[in-house]
Every structure is written in C-alpha cells, then in structure tokens.
C-alpha cells in the first residue's frame, strides 16, 4: 500500500515539475544565447547552411540597443534552423573590410553562399519574419564581384588588416620612443624677447613721430616761404597794373 502511494506521489510529482518549467520560460532552464562570434578564421562557415550575421562595434550605441532584440532572436535559432552570429569590427578589421562594413550595425543574411544585406526592421519579431516567411528572397543578392568570396574583397581584407597592423605600430613606436615636442621651447623664447620687442616697437614709434613733427614743420616752413612769395609777385603787378590803367586814361 504504501509502496503504491509513492509511485502515485512521484507520477504526479514529475508531469507538475515540468509544467513549472514551461511556465517560468526558458530564463528557468538556464537557455543560454546561441549567438556564434565570427572571427577572419571562422567566416567560411558563413558559406554552409542559412546565416544571419551583426556587424556592431562596442562603442556604438544603436548596436548597443540591438543586443538585446539580437540575443532574443538568437534563442529562436534553432527552431527557424538559421545560425545566428555577430562580428566585432574592432577586432576583426579584416572581415569590415571583406563585407565593405560602413555604417553600424549592419545586418547580412547568407543562404548557401549568397549574401543579401537587411535593411527592415530590427527587432526580434521581425527577424523570425525574415526567416520563417522567406522574405529575403526578395532582396537581390550582392554581386560575386563585391562577394567577400571574391579577390577584391580578399584585397580589401588585406588592406583593413595592414592598416590596423600600421596603426599599432606607430601607437607603439609613439609610446616607446616618444617624439621631442619643440612648441613649449618656441614659446618660452618667444616669451623671452617679448620685453625686447615692446621696447623696439616703442622706439620705431616715437622715432616715427619725431619725423611725423620735422615734415609738418617743414611744410609749414615751405608754406610760408610760398605766401611770401605770393605777396611779393602781388606787389610787383601792382605797377605794372598801374601803369596800364594810366596808359588807358
């Protein structure tokens, strides 16, 4: 007797565990995100199966409010069968540069080696949409030549990773063997002759002056010379003048 009351005990006791479960959601079985990170060394993986594939960057913040519509939308993964992945563009500059990244975030979707840049919505409902409802076939796929399968994207890869490599460098080379700043010398001699060259322009200053004061006094001198001369004429016409008036009478 007692032996059958455990069993019904445990009978009902296993279906009412599960039922809990179900009812406090996936958070309660511990359902961790299925977000892959791609890295330059992984990405052919893209080229197998259906994708949807974040380009983000830690600092921005429009990628920052997408995480967690991303991280929902990851949970349904495996029900839509799409892997789901994200690419950190500060670390991987040279997959930026094989998909030609220019604004963040920027969203791709990759079926059996086609790619097709999203532009809807970005929330998780509207992924499952894209996916569930085959709305990327109407987005027309990128060209082989832009593909990041081609050679010149292969060289646009290239090209990001040596220019991350040469920032580095010089950041290094900067902090090892940091460059001799002359500016505060310059300004500290300039600072130096600053007395010197109040004191000259002070003197140019006054010297033009003095030659401002000897001109007006020459002019004065010469127009007085001229109204002499003016009056001396005046009085040498005058009997000439006289003269002629005679002369008519």
Not at 15 to 40: F, H, I, M, Q, Y
Request: with cysteine; glycine share 4%; hydrophobic share 40%.
């Amino acid at each position: 007797m007692a032996a059958s009351v455990r069993r019904c005990a445990v009978a009902w006791l296993v279906p009412a565990a599960g039922l809990l479960a179900l009812l406090a959601g996936p958070g309660a079985l511990g359902r961790r995100s299925e977000v892959k990170a791609l890295t330059d060394g992984t990405w052919r993986e893209l080229l197998q199966g259906e994708w949807m594939i974040e380009f983000y960057a830690p600092w921005c913040p429009a990628c920052q409010n997408l995480q967690p519509e991303w991280e929902k939308f990851a949970e349904w993964g495996e029900d839509l069968e799409v892997n789901i992945a994200k690419v950190d563009v500060t670390e991987q500059p040279g997959l930026s540069g094989r998909f030609v990244i220019t604004a963040l975030p920027t969203i791709y979707h990759c079926k059996d080696g086609e790619f097709r840049r999203y532009q809807g919505q970005r929330t998780k409902n509207d992924f499952i949409n894209f996916i569930s409802d085959q709305e990327w076939k109407s987005v027309e796929p990128v060209s082989s030549w832009f593909g990041p399968c081609s050679v010149l994207m292969s060289s646009m890869s290239a090209l990001f990773q040596l220019s991350m490599w040469i920032r580095i460098m010089v950041f290094l080379a900067d902090c090892l063997c940091p460059s001799k700043r002359h500016r505060p010398q310059q300004h500290h001699y300039q600072k130096k002759l600053a007395p010197e060259s109040a004191r000259l322009l002070k003197k140019l200053d006054e010297e033009q002056e003095a030659d401002e004061e000897d001109l007006s006094d020459d002019e004065a001198e010469d127009k007085e010379v001229a109204d002499r001369n003016s009056s001396t004429n005046a009085l040498r016409q005058r009997p000439v003048n006289l003269a002629a008036a005679t002369d008519k009478s």
